[in-house]
């Protein structure tokens, strides 16, 4: 997003002080990673980025670990920069699962009807709703709904700690893994559709990537613990500097335009 096209002040009043409540995450939560953060923000005594969410439809779009975490401190609100998940610039990705464990394809075939593809063509996982690539081979696993067997999937694989792949390195990455689990192209329009029936996806299922981000409101839990005047006070100090998109912060990768907070 351009300076041109909308101003910082512009930008920054897009973030909304929300009830922890009044939002749901989309996919369930990782405990280690839930643990860890809740144990950063009381040590910080800080929340340092608002968190990605469609406030007027409920729906978290990226931050779930960071709502649980606030929700488990009994911390009242959360800063939230508040996007329309169907009109807004988002690009939705997927995650896959990377394993080196060669006992990961036996115990799909254990658990699931499966069914290998005869010729190997990487464009192929596109149009297979779950699959798996084992050694150069991919194999269909038609089950259900790709979602709820991905869930199955993924408890069942739980004690074997996968790496999550973009789903834009697969091409880069496949050399890296004897055992890949993929699963077809989504839309946002499907995710809010499951979502609005009740159901939690699994764990980084969906890879959000939205026209731009802030990062670094570094906003006090005491104020997140008061009332949303206070937080909306502290806001309004803020300018922001533009550090562009494919950039590194804290080892983690944004592709999207990030933008950092500073007074």
């Not at 729906?59 to 800063?79: E, M, Q, S, W």
């Not at 973009?166 to 809010?192: G, M, P, Q, V």
């Not at 802030?214 to 949303?228: S, V």
């Amino acid at each position: 997003m351009s300076n041109d096209s909308e101003s910082h002040s512009e930008l920054l009043s897009r973030i909304e002080i929300v009830d922890v409540y009044s939002i749901e995450p989309h996919e369930e939560y990782i405990p280690e990673i839930l643990e860890k953060l809740v144990h950063d923000i009381m040590v910080s005594k800080v929340l340092k980025d608002p968190i990605l969410a469609d406030v007027n439809r409920g729906f978290v779009i990226d931050g779930t670990h960071r709502l649980l975490a606030l929700r488990k401190l009994n911390i009242r609100y959360i800063p939230v920069l508040n996007l329309d998940y169907l009109k807004e610039k988002i690009l939705l990705g997927r995650w896959f699962r990377g394993f080196n464990n060669p006992d990961v394809l036996k115990i799909i075939e254990k658990n699931f009807d499966v069914r290998q593809i005869n010729k190997f063509d990487i464009g192929y996982i596109d149009k297979l709703s779950l699959s798996i690539i084992y050694n150069k081979c991919i194999y269909e696993i038609p089950l259900g709904e790709w979602y709820v067997s991905l869930k199955n999937i993924d408890r069942l694989l739980k004690s074997f700690r996968p790496d999550f792949i973009a789903d834009s390195l697969i091409h880069e990455k496949i050399d890296e893994y004897i055992s890949i689990i993929c699963y077809r192209k989504i839309s946002r329009n499907e995710i809010l559709n499951i979502f609005n029936r009740g159901f939690k996806f699994s764990y980084k299922t969906t890879r959000h990537i939205p026209s731009y981000r802030i990062l670094g409101i570094n906003m006090p839990i005491k104020y997140l613990m008061e009332d949303k005047d206070r937080c909306y006070s502290y806001l309004r100090g803020f300018k922001l500097r533009n550090v562009g998109r494919g950039v590194y912060i804290d080892n983690r990768y944004y592709e999207e335009e990030v933008y950092i907070a500073f007074k």
